[in-house]
């Protein structure tokens, strides 16, 4: 943005909202081995996609075991290209540990996305819900948010392009950019589209990335794209 | 009122500054009274281009200081009477242009000129922004590659929300995409991308395909921009283009392998002999 000169000079900081899928590595059972061998495993299969990934550590599941060693976790995390940036759910105890070593505790004690729907907040489906449409071509760089609605698109979405949606998507353009649809943990949500050749689908914060795609059916027609047992199906309407 | 074009890329060197150079001479030669601006402070290509490096007196960050006149920085061209090129600026200070100057020199400038033509420097940052702010059309100059193209829709892009028309809420500038270092050879061989491939992508109407051509160093050499090589298969391109721009319905050209059926003949005659 470019604003008088005089402005321009003085300003250093630019605050800019910002959506951006975090991975949030759910923690089931404190055992290093177990962790490192997994994770090396997961590496292994999606090499560019993990590269330098910003990660959160989620400790709901292991909130009773009291403190945690937080600085072998970063390693571990960072010899795997992972890079922790903080922690959500556990103890206070646990809280206290990460905060010593520097990490933030970013939602503290909010559940993880899928309990989270599990509890019915249902009050928008009687209601008529807005839903955002945008006509023109969102570019490379762009990204757009259709906060407590849907997100209708009808032009193309760029590779380097960024839907967001707490409802569903739906994008009649041809699509090769990201699309999170149910980002504020709906697993109901829905992303229908047409051909699909997307660098990431996102649903609730499960997501595919395009090289897990490339055995999704090809074929004319829509594709709907839902969650189902935690795992995102792709099929053809 | 003048109509100002911003000639735009994002990336580097994929053929802004030459296209910004044919482009106001194509127009001016048509009668239109053309200023061309050089936006690329610190680098100064286009009076190189043009020929006019060595009258470099003043130039635009010099008017927008108050350090010179418009009318004592304007040089007039070599060839064409109703051509003039404002140079940019030797000086390191990138903040240099500032937008209050900017819009001040083009406001002069849309009082007795048809067309204002801004070279807008690579990159998406200030000067590039700057260059791109009051324009009424742009010509986002692509070569048929992947990084070209989507930095060229990256372009595209802040062309719709950052321009002076889009934060008033005016008509959107109209959008020509200009396909540059075109090599029909390249494409065929799978080395580029085809036109159809990057028009995919793109999504805006075609002004032109400029081929790669070792007509435009020759030109750049010369100092007469390659649109005055009216041989050249790259002059005759940027003509076609300007004839576009303006309204006209010229077909394109130069997209198809040149002398593939002379060589497929020759193809069959060698398989006949052997
Ligand atoms: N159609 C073309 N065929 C061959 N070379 C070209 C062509 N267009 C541009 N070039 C060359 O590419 C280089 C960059 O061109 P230039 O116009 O300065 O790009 P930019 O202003 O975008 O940085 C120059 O050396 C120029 O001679
Ligand atoms: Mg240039």
Redesign the interface.
């Known amino acids: 943005?470019?604003?008088?000169?005089a402005r321009?000079?003085k300003a250093c900081l630019q605050f800019k909202a910002s959506f951006l899928p975090i991975t949030v590595l759910q923690i089931t059972c404190y055992d290093w081995e177990g962790i490192e061998q997994q994770l090396l495993d997961t590496v292994h299969n999606a090499p560019p996609f993990f590269i330098n990934l910003p990660v959160i550590i989620d400790l709901d599941k292991i909130k009773t075991l009291g403190t945690l060693n937080f600085i072998k976790l970063k390693e571990i995390l960072l010899t795997n290209k992972m890079t922790l940036i903080g922690i959500r759910g556990g103890s206070d105890e646990q809280h206290l540990a990460a905060a010593m070593v520097g990490l933030p505790i970013l939602i503290a004690g909010k559940s993880s996305a899928p309990e989270a729907v599990q509890q019915p907040k249902q009050k928008e489906d009687s209601a008529v819900r807005l839903t955002k449409l945008v006509t023109?071509?969102?570019?490379?760089?762009?990204q757009v948010y259709a906060k407590e609605s849907d997100l209708i698109v009808t032009a193309?979405v760029?590779?380097?392009?960024e839907l967001l949606a707490d409802g569903n998507i739906h994008i009649y353009g041809?699509l090769?950019g990201r699309v999170l649809a149910g980002v504020q943990g709906n697993l109901q949500s829905r992303i229908f589209c047409r051909a699909l050749d997307a660098e990431l689908v996102s649903i609730a914060g499960y997501y595919l990335t395009k090289e897990d795609m490339l055995q999704s059916p090809t074929g004319d027609g829509m594709r709907q794209i839902y969650l189902e047992n935690e795992q995102i199906r792709i099929e053809i309407l | 009122m003048a109509k100002i074009i911003v000639i735009t890329s994002g990336k580097g060197g994929v053929g802004k500054t030459t296209t910004s150079a044919s482009f106001a001479v194509g127009l001016a030669s048509r009668g239109y009274k053309t200023a061309v601006i050089d936006f690329d402070i610190g680098l100064r290509n286009l009076d190189l281009i043009m020929g006019c490096e060595r009258r470099v007196v003043y130039d635009f960050v010099n008017v927008i200081r108050n350090e010179a006149n418009l009318n004592q920085a304007l040089i007039r061209d070599k060839h064409i009477r109703d051509l003039f090129i404002l140079p940019a600026s030797q000086t390191r200070d990138k903040?240099a242009l500032?937008?209050?100057?900017v819009s001040t020199v083009l406001e002069e400038l849309s009082k007795t000129f048809d067309y204002i033509v801004c070279d807008s420097p690579a990159g998406i940052e200030?000067g590039a922004?700057?260059a791109m702010?009051f324009a009424d059309s742009a010509i986002v100059v692509t070569n048929p590659e992947v990084s070209s193209v989507?930095d060229s829709?990256?372009m595209?892009?802040?062309l719709?929300?950052?321009t002076k028309r889009a934060e008033e809420g005016r008509d959107p500038l109209t959008e020509h995409l200009l396909l540059t270092r075109y090599s029909p050879k390249r494409v065929a061989r799978g080395d580029m991308l085809s036109l159809s491939d990057v028009n995919?992508?793109l999504?805006i109407p075609l002004l032109g395909v400029i081929p790669e051509s070792q007509a435009v160093l020759r030109a750049s050499n010369s100092g007469d921009p390659v649109i005055l090589d009216k041989e050249s298969d790259a002059g005759q391109a940027y003509l076609d283009a300007v004839a576009r721009f303006l309204g006209e319905n010229v077909p394109h050209r130069f997209i198809e392998e040149k002398g593939n059926w002379l060589k497929r003949l020759l193809r069959f005659k060698e398989k006949e002999i052997s």
Not at chain 1, 158 to 161: E, H, Y
Not at chain 2, 98 to 101: F, V
């Open positions: 943005m470019i604003t008088s000169s321009v000079e023109t071509p969102i570019r490379s760089g762009m193309a760029s590779q380097g392009a041809p090769r | 903040d500032t937008l209050e100057g200030r922004q700057l702010y989507r829709d990256r595209l892009g802040m719709s929300s950052k995919e992508i999504a």
